[in-house]
């Protein structure tokens, strides 16, 4: 009955199809309700008066000149929500050791960075808000800030916040055995101190925040641009003493996420308290220019590594020290440690090589809070072991890609464990890079690099192979205590008129997950695609689940609308049995018609069935259950998550006396296992590419010795636009996991997770014949001039 | 961010203008295209207590030329030096500039005169005056008066122009048949302010420089002429080695501020590769 998932040619087959997106029309044409868009009776707009110092104690705060502006309503302080909400505590109990100071929504005692809110105004318009947030003096006591990663870890240091004892918030040591007798007998040795910059994600909506408390009943609904509106719900409901099922999270359309939106940030959990003061809805949405000082950051990693490698280029081992700065307090629930412990735990992982060495020291400092977005990790662990690779080839005399060929973990090894621990199920790594190969049509790239050179255009080729992580178990967050689900849950109905509507806990961004999960009920339920809804982001009606990040919608999100889907259809098949006495297992649903299985002649329509079900119940037998709703839960059980890999190529041209790139070209071959929609896949992976490229060449939070943030605007922090993103091709092979019927892992990382590191290999090919190298991201005009010795 | 509350004034004429920003005791701001202001204002580094639209006043639009000048209305869009063809015929360099400006978004709104009044460094119009030495025609309570681009530029963001006066026109002497032009600037991303750029216009015979008006962006507080780079031109045969004594003399030109993401000696070393291939460019064509 079920035909092989992948399967193209049977009715309702969408699975494995590049359809288009029902939502996009409906955002096209402006039709979109984000939480900006959203207007509420009595509803007031809240603004931040902001620390202008990096680190300072709060001496005195006099609002009584802003209470007394036209149109406010409220002017609180961290004193006044003290009162109402508790203290968080940015730490996993995974993480031994693992310490961070307690925080709350504005500051009673002391900013931490440049930009910390610190005093609310809430007023009947934004503008009055902002008016009277310039009215209230607030007295500062200047105190050293902390902003060196170096000078941050020494014994006598200032401290980033008080209430910690040293400015070191996590400390992580992994350690084969074996290494030092490694690197003494190898007989090449290669080592480099490699530069991530802080970036952040810049999504095109910006944080958005609508909390609505209704004192008659108890209640407060919360409409939030998050990707978590089930962990919002519970933070919500736990830090200001609300009953759950009091607290209701509702996330409507959303501009982008990746990562971001997922963190708790202080002017939100502001927000809720202010609106439980006002007793109105009360709206806050961050301009550009606050984002830059409050969004999470991300990165930020200073990483000396070196690589052991025997006479015929076989890799030997490989020692690392991560360091990392983070902000002031470790970012609450999911902490600010994860991103450090993946790129020690990633480092080298599509490599066959067993001995491993690596110290992770996660630091305080006064500057914005860091965490999750996009490819935790995966950027910097695949930068530094993809050019470790690449000097590791030049020593032995070997291309890169034959570098690759020689140590990749081959494709018939699997199941196997990297040195880290992580163990993988079944990856592609060989056959990926034979497809890139042939993609880029590497030899002859090589063979035109040659000639150009010859005539003074120095172009570049890097390859770069990665390992990503998807489909987390509650091994991720679970275990660590965080109320943070890595099931997921759904509910389908088949309406009277014989549609289905699936109401499903994995959420929306702009990234297509709606669309998959349509694609996938109709499938696997029997219906055109057109005849399903689905309804996401509403903690009131979806059931509760994990929502969408650490690329798990696909995985764990598709694989419970597949199961749903089935039960579902399985109880259609049974009430078509008894309404035309036949046997179920003799009966299928196809196109929302219950045929004959065999022969494929029509029987009844699923409105028909629908339509007795609802309506003429009294036709059927007393023992008939006609169930046409399910609900439906699915946990991965399995591997503790589910890798996927890839490989990616780029392609450079230097201007080597301006310092400029230009990136030609850009390939991409991945393996996310079973494809629901080739369409998605592609726009995730080219989108992940150009952040990574972003990162490569020019996304950099830049600060000032004194903590101050050099570039916040977007006239001055600068992300990749069309103009300079080349072709990006991509390529795909399938693995699917065996864990799930699905069978489909994680996409929207991999395009991050390796466009920076093949970036920063394919400059440095372009500049090893000038006898420059660069170790440091984004490569901008000055560190290249600066490396290739012309300024 | 919102904009603090202003006053809104949108005069006939440019009397009008004058008086209004007179009755407003200087608290006030001329607005146009509004491409720099209305992000100032938004984020409160401006809050003027009024705006005075000057975007409807028929006198300062119009573009014709009188007498071997180029005279470009005020509010003269940043599209019409892209696409007119009296810029394109006697202003050339004005036309080999404009794709660079921003994109087309802010060019149809953008005003030649408000980037020639605000006279950011990094902009490259106000620089074109100064390389096709154009002249502002100003007018203010005492009537109207021209400045010379060469007077016209102070300091950062700092011009001739007095509190109230009010840019009526942009003068530009047109291009003669032996005029060769060409511009170019080096920016991270597409349209973004440059790191450098530059504008020439040299006057040829013979492969020889008679004259040479050279004008650089985003190279100091103000739009620069490099007069020294010029001397070393005039005169001389347009070949690699006078490119290499223009590119010498222009270091005696330039001061450069210093900042972390781009040191004075990265400013002075792309000022000097961008002289160096544009000059390349006419010698090639000629």
């Known amino acids: 009955m079920n035909a092989p998932l992948g399967s193209l040619d049977r009715p309702n087959s969408y699975i494995g199809r590049a359809v288009t997106r029902p939502n996009a029309k409906r955002l096209l044409a402006g039709r979109g309700r984000y939480v900006t868009d959203l207007v509420l009776p009595r509803m007031l707009h809240a603004a931040f008066l902001r620390s202008p110092y990096a680190h300072a104690r709060i001496v005195s705060i006099d609002v009584e000149a802003a209470r007394a502006m036209p149109g406010v309503r409220l002017v609180a302080t961290g004193a006044d929500l003290a009162r109402l909400c508790t203290p968080w505590v940015g730490t996993l109990d995974h993480f031994k050791g693992m310490k961070s100071a307690p925080q709350l929504p504005l500051p009673v005692e002391e900013v931490l960075w440049s930009g910390q809110a610190v005093v609310a105004v809430v007023a009947d318009s934004r503008a009055q808000a902002e008016d009277a947030a310039e009215a209230v003096l607030v007295e500062f006591e200047e105190l050293p800030p902390v902003a060196d990663i170096d000078t941050a870890r020494e014994p006598d240091a200032a401290r980033a916040a008080a209430g910690i004892e040293d400015n070191l918030c996590f400390r992580s040591r992994l350690d084969t055995g074996g290494i030092d007798a490694l690197f003494a007998g190898a007989a090449h040795v290669v080592e480099e101190e490699f530069h991530f910059g802080r970036h952040t994600a810049v999504t095109l909506e910006p944080r958005a925040i609508l909390a609505d408390w209704d004192a008659s009943e108890g209640k407060l609904t919360v409409h939030h641009a998050t990707q978590t509106p089930y962990q919002f719900q519970d933070l919500y409901s736990r830090h200001y003493g609300i009953s759950e099922a009091s607290v209701r999270v509702i996330a409507p359309d959303l501009g982008g996420s990746f990562g971001m939106k997922l963190h708790v940030y202080h002017e939100d959990m502001a927000v809720v308290g202010l609106s439980l003061l006002c007793r109105r809805p009360v709206k806050y949405v961050a301009d550009r220019m606050e984002s830059f000082v409050s969004d999470i950051h991300a990165r930020d990693h200073r990483v000396r590594a070196r690589m052991a490698v025997d006479d015929d280029g076989t890799i030997l081992a490989m020692d690392v020290d991560d360091v990392t700065a983070i902000g002031a307090f470790s970012t609450y629930p999911r902490t600010s440690a994860v991103e450090g412990n993946q790129v020690i735990r990633l480092m080298g992982a599509p490599y066959r090589f067993r001995n491993y060495r690596a110290e992770l020291s996660v630091v305080f400092q006064n500057k914005v809070q860091t965490s999750q977005y996009r490819a935790v990790g995966h950027p910097v662990a695949c930068a530094v072991t993809e050019r470790l690779v690449d000097l590791a080839a030049a020593r032995a005399g070997l291309d890169p890609a034959a570098m690759r060929e020689r140590n990749l973990i081959p494709d018939d090894a699997y199941p196997c464990s990297s040195p880290t621990g992580y163990q993988f199920e079944a990856l592609s790594h060989q056959a990926s890079l034979v497809r890139l190969k042939a993609l880029m049509d590497y030899d002859a790239l090589r063979a035109e690099q040659a000639a150009l050179r010859a005539r003074g255009i120095h172009r570049g080729i890097g390859i770069a192979s990665f390992v990503e992580i998807s489909n987390p178990s509650p091994a991720f967050y679970g275990i660590g205590g965080a109320r943070i689900s890595a099931q997921d849950g759904a509910t389908l109905s088949v309406t009277p008129s014989g549609e289905v509507r699936c109401l499903i806990s994995v959420t929306e961004q702009g990234q297509g997950t709606e669309t998959i999960i349509g694609q996938i009920v109709a499938d696997q339920f029997g219906v055109a695609r057109e005849k399903v809804r689905v309804i996401t982001g509403d903690t009131e009606i979806t059931p509760h689940g994990g929502a969408t990040w650490a690329c798990r919608g696909a995985g764990i999100g598709g694989e419970t609308a597949l199961q749903a889907a089935r039960r579902l259809r399985d109880n259609v098949l049974a009430l078509a049995a008894t309404i035309l006495q036949a046997r179920p297992g003799d009966l299928d649903l196809r196109d929302g018609i219950v045929v004959d299985a065999l022969s494929g002649a029509e029987r009844v329509s699923l409105a028909e069935v629908a339509r007795i079900a609802y309506f003429r119940s009294d036709t059927l037998p007393p023992d008939a259950r006609a169930q046409l709703s399910i609900t439906h839960h699915y946990a991965p059980q399995g591997y503790p998550f589910a890798f996927t890999n890839g490989i990616q190529g780029c392609h450079v041209e230097l201007d080597a006396d301006t310092g400029l790139v230009k990136v030609l070209k850009h390939w991409v071959v991945e393996d996310c296992g079973r494809i629901i929609n080739p369409l998605l896949v592609d726009e995730q992976v080219r989108g992940g590419v150009v952040q990574g490229l972003g990162a490569a060449f020019f996304e950099e939070c830049r600060y000032d010795d004194n903590g101050q943030l050099t570039n916040g605007s977007l006239a001055d922090y600068l992300v990749p636009m069309a103009c300079e993103m080349p072709d990006i091709v991509v390529g795909h092979i399938e693995t699917p996991t065996a864990d799930t019927a699905l069978g489909a892992k994680g996409c929207g990382e991999a395009g991050t997770a390796a466009a920076s590191a093949a970036a920063l290999n394919a400059v440095n090919d372009a500049m090893a014949p000038l006898g420059a190298s660069i170790a440091q991201i984004p490569m901008t005009p000055e560190r290249l001039l600066k490396s290739l010795g012309k300024i | ?286």
């Not at chain 2, 809104?8 to 005791?25: C, I």
């Not at chain 2, 007119?84 to 953008?110: S, Y």
């Not at chain 2, 597409?190 to 004259?211: F, H, K, N, P, T």
């Not at chain 2, 962006?217 to 005039?234: C, D, K, M, N, Q």
Request: charged share 20%.
């Open chain 2, 1 to 286: 961010m919102k904009a603090r509350a202003f006053d809104y004034a949108r005069p006939a004429s440019v009397a009008e203008a004058l008086a209004a920003f007179a009755e407003a005791d200087g608290d006030a701001s001329y607005i146009a295209g509004g491409q720099s202001l209305v992000p100032a204002l938004a984020l409160r580094l401006q809050a003027p207590a009024w705006l005075i639209d000057i975007g409807h006043i028929a006198e300062l639009r119009g573009i014709a030329v009188e007498a071997g000048w180029l005279r470009l209305g005020a509010l003269t869009r940043h599209v019409d030096a892209h696409d007119h063809p009296l810029i394109a015929a006697h202003a050339p360099l004005l036309a080999l500039a404009a794709p660079h400006v921003a994109h087309p978004a802010i060019r149809n709104r953008g005003t030649l005169g408000g980037s020639v009044a605000l006279a950011d460094p990094a902009s490259e119009f106000p620089a074109m005056m100064l390389a096709m030495g154009a002249e502002m025609e100003i007018a203010g309570p005492e009537g109207i008066r021209r400045v010379p681009a060469d007077a016209f530029f102070l300091d950062l963001y700092q011009t001739a122009l007095e509190p109230g006066e009010l840019l009526v026109a942009l003068h530009i002497p047109v291009a003669r048949p032996e005029h060769r032009c060409a511009f170019d600037e080096i920016a991270r991303r597409r349209g973004d302010y440059a790191l450098a750029g530059c504008g020439i216009i040299l006057a040829m015979s013979g492969g020889v420089v008679e004259e040479a008006r050279i004008a650089l962006l985003s190279v100091g507080p103000t739009p620069l002429r490099a007069h020294a780079a010029e001397a070393a031109l005039t005169g001389a045969a347009l070949d690699a080695d006078a490119i290499r004594h223009a590119q010498a003399a222009l270091m005696d030109d330039l001061d450069p501020p210093d900042a972390p993401e781009v040191p004075a000696a990265m400013r002075c070393h792309l000022a000097r590769v961008l002289l160096g291939r544009l000059l390349a460019q006419i010698a090639e064509a000629a």
